[in-house]
Each structure stands twice: as structure tokens, then as C-alpha cells.
């Protein structure tokens, strides 16, 4: 408890520093102001490995461990993209929110979880941590994309007002980088998705249990979700969608997927 007491203290405090960081202004040349925020991203992806490895030894929950290793993910994604997107780097203030929902969440799975004893496998089957990866990368990838569609949304409603704002203007990349950034993040959700659907029917298949059991509320919610992208995608090439449409589409895409990992696992 003292371990896990220390780590959770560590995580907020570098959490409150990165958040506080995420509203200083960073230039596309290198200085302290990006070296700082770059580094204390690093220590962020560094305590979510560290709070992973934690979970994977002292805490028996499969929600809990999988919750972790998303956060650990999420940042390190977050880290790479920043060191070579600087475009990227100005959606930071964006991702806080949402940084603080998902640790909230793991800190609430983890602190009722501490007490119990039983081994956890996840791990047991080389199709299922490739399922598991692909899932929590397409989770990650689609929450960008979904952020950054919000942007797109931001951007939009300030042009159509006509007037300036600094927040917006000095902190927030312009529409047509938005709208770059979204479609490419939904690319890779897809293959994610896919990579994700294929790895646990091979999965299922090892087990030996009947095909038609694979298709359950988790499978069929992923689909669903696969199949909202690919309509992003397509009908954005074909016939254009608006920013607001792209933003509702993703949402939904995103809501399903996260109701799929999480929301199926909480109800059982």
C-alpha cells in the first residue's frame, strides 16, 4: 500500500506539472519551454510503465491492468507524435481533459482492487497480447482523432465568426492541419481495428470454443466502429464532410469503442 501509496502521489504531482506546462507557449524551434513539456511527456509515459508493472504484480483486475497499460500507451504515442510533429504539440492543451478522465478512471479501478489476492493471466496466448496492443492502440489513435476533429470544430466556428483569438490563434494548429492530422490518425485506427478484430478471432479459434460465440457485444460494437471510419473516410474523399459531421461521426465511433474495452467489462 506504501508502494503503491508513493507512486500514485508522484504520478499527480508530475500530472499537475504537465498540465501546467501544456499552457506555456512552445515554439517549433527547440527551446527550454518544449524541452521541458517533451521531458516531463517522457515522465508521464515513464510512470504509466511503472504503474503498469505495478498493477501487472500487486493488484488482481483485469480492468485495472488493462486500463494502465492504455495510459502508458496513450503517452507514449502522445511523446513520439510530439518529438516529430510540432503541429501535433499545439493540440496539448486539448488532451488534458481527457488525460485527467482516464487516470481518475484507473485510480478508481486500482484503489478497489488492492486488496484482492487471485493471479491475473492475460497474457497467455501470443494472439491475445497482440489483440489486446492492437485494441489499445486503435483506442489511443481514435481518441486523438476525435480530439483533434474537435479542433477542426473550434477552428471552424471561429472563422465563421470573424473575429481573432489569441488562445485559438497562438495555441491551436489552423483548420487545414486539423483536418490532416484527423484523417491520418483515422487510417491508423482502422488497421488498428482490424489488426485488433483478426488477432481475436485467431484467438478464439485457439481456444476451441464455437464460432458463433466470438460475435459478442465487445466484437460486434468494434464493427460497428470499423465500419463508421471506413464511412468517414469514404464519403469524406467522395462528397465531403463538413468539420461537425467528421467530429459527431468520430464521436460515436469513439463512444462505441469505448463502450466495447470498457463499458462490456464494467456491466460483467
Not at 461537425?244 to 468520430?250: E, G, H, N, Q
Request: net charge positive; with cysteine; glycine share 2%.
Amino acid at each position: 500500500m506504501n508502494i503503491y501509496t508513493s507512486i500514485e502521489a508522484i504520478s499527480i504531482l508530475s500530472f499537475i506539472l504537465f498540465s501546467l506546462l501544456c499552457f506555456t507557449r512552445i515554439e517549433n524551434n527547440t527551446d527550454i519551454n518544449k524541452i521541458s513539456y517533451l521531458f516531463t511527456l517522457f515522465f508521464q509515459a515513464f510512470l504509466g510503465f511503472v504503474y503498469y508493472i505495478f498493477v501487472l504484480n500487486f493488484i488482481s483486475n483485469k480492468l485495472a491492468l488493462v486500463a494502465s497499460l492504455l495510459i502508458f500507451i496513450l503517452f507514449s504515442i502522445f511523446f513520439i507524435l510530439s518529438i516529430f510533429s510540432f503541429q501535433f504539440i499545439r493540440l496539448r492543451i486539448l488532451f488534458v481533459p481527457f488525460f485527467l478522465i482516464i487516470i481518475i478512471f484507473r485510480f478508481l479501478i486500482c484503489i478497489s482492487s488492492l486488496d484482492k489476492t487471485s493471479e491475473v493471466q492475460l497474457f497467455e496466448s501470443q494472439y491475445l497480447v497482440i489483440h489486446i496492443i492492437s485494441s489499445l492502440l486503435s483506442y489511443s489513435l481514435i481518441t486523438i482523432s476525435l480530439v483533434t476533429s474537435y479542433c477542426i470544430v473550434i477552428q471552424d466556428s471561429n472563422i465563421k465568426k470573424m473575429r481573432y483569438n489569441r488562445i485559438i490563434n497562438n495555441f491551436l494548429p489552423s483548420l487545414y492541419e486539423s483536418e490532416i492530422l484527423a484523417i491520418r490518425f483515422l487510417y491508423l485506427t482502422i488497421i488498428f481495428l482490424i489488426i485488433s478484430l483478426v488477432s481475436g478471432l485467431y484467438y478464439f479459434i485457439e481456444t476451441g470454443d464455437n464460432l458463433i460465440y466470438f460475435f459478442n457485444e465487445k466484437v460486434i460494437f468494434s464493427l460497428i466502429s470499423l465500419f463508421l471510419t471506413l464511412m468517414i473516410i469514404i464519403v469524406r474523399v467522395y462528397r465531403g464532410l463538413s468539420g461537425k459531421m467528421v467530429f459527431k461521426m468520430v464521436l460515436l465511433s469513439y463512444l462505441l469503442i469505448s463502450f466495447s474495452y470498457f463499458g462490456v467489462r464494467l456491466l460483467n
